[in-house]
């Protein structure tokens, strides 16, 4: 069975400061997906980034900084500059890939509340 | 390109009335999951349909929830009666190669 897990429960930060949250998962299957959704208080899930397991690459969109290890089963999300608009809950998930176009369930891990003070 | 539909956005029953939820995917997408969200939790994955038959189902409380996928477009989740314990966000998401987009969710109190 997929875990997920992200330890930080809440973090605060003061506008600007740089935050990074933490996501651990576990896997014994070597085809999958890794997310993270943000979940501001109007409670929709907003998709943020999608990587596959064969594809270690950090990837930068505006503030935004995702690291994905697979030696440590991490993929780590980091805001720069942190504002006041980022303030929400983030998840991090994972789902498998039975091949082809077959996918399984999101597993979610339990959330980050992320408040950023202006 | 209109995101997942979901209505109602506010539902507020008692314990053993019945209530319903109503998803329509965004266009194309041929999954569509129904997930549930209790406070301070992940979303939990209730149904997931491929088209309009059912692929998992296994964290569906039978006794008292039901979905359905008709032509494989829209969606609707019931429960009946509901419980205290069901009161959280009922949130649908539709795919079509992995990313799931999710739609705003109900919000149901069950009193």
């Known amino acids: 069975a997929q875990k997920v897990t992200q330890a930080q429960t809440e973090i605060s930060v003061v506008e600007k400061e740089d935050v990074t949250l933490d996501c651990v998962y576990e896997?014994?299957?070597?085809?999958?997906?890794l997310f993270w959704y943000k979940q501001p208080p109007s409670g929709e899930l907003v998709f943020l980034i999608r990587?596959?397991?064969?594809?270690?690459q950090n990837e930068i969109s505006g503030r935004y900084s995702w690291n994905f290890q697979k030696s440590t089963s991490s993929f780590n999300f980091t805001i720069t500059a942190s504002q006041v608009v980022d303030s929400a809950v983030y998840f991090c998930?994972?789902?498998?890939?039975?091949?082809?176009?077959?996918?399984?369930?999101?597993?979610f891990g339990q959330g980050t509340i992320l408040t950023v003070h202006p | 390109e209109a995101g997942v539909a979901q209505s109602p956005r506010y539902k507020i029953i008692e314990k053993r009335q019945s209530v319903a939820f109503w998803c329509n995917p965004i266009?194309?997408?041929?999954?569509l999951y129904w997930y549930q969200q209790i406070l301070g939790q992940g979303p939990k994955l209730l149904i997931q349909?491929?088209?309009?038959?059912?692929?998992?189902d296994s964290q569906l409380p039978k006794d008292r929830f039901s979905a359905e996928r008709l032509k494989g477009v829209d969606s609707t989740l019931k429960i009946q009666p509901a419980k205290l314990e069901d009161s959280a966000v009922y949130l649908c998401?539709?795919?079509?190669?992995?990313?799931?987009?999710f739609g705003p969710g109900t919000r149901l109190t069950v009193l």
């Open positions: 998401a539709s795919s079509s190669v992995g990313t799931q987009y």
């Open positions: 896997t014994r299957d070597t085809t999958y997906y």
């Open positions: 990587r596959n397991s064969f594809d270690e």
């Open positions: 998930a994972l789902i498998l890939n039975a091949g082809g176009t077959s996918y399984g369930k999101l597993t």
């Open positions: 266009s194309g997408h041929a999954t």
């Open positions: 349909f491929q088209n309009n038959g059912v692929v998992d």
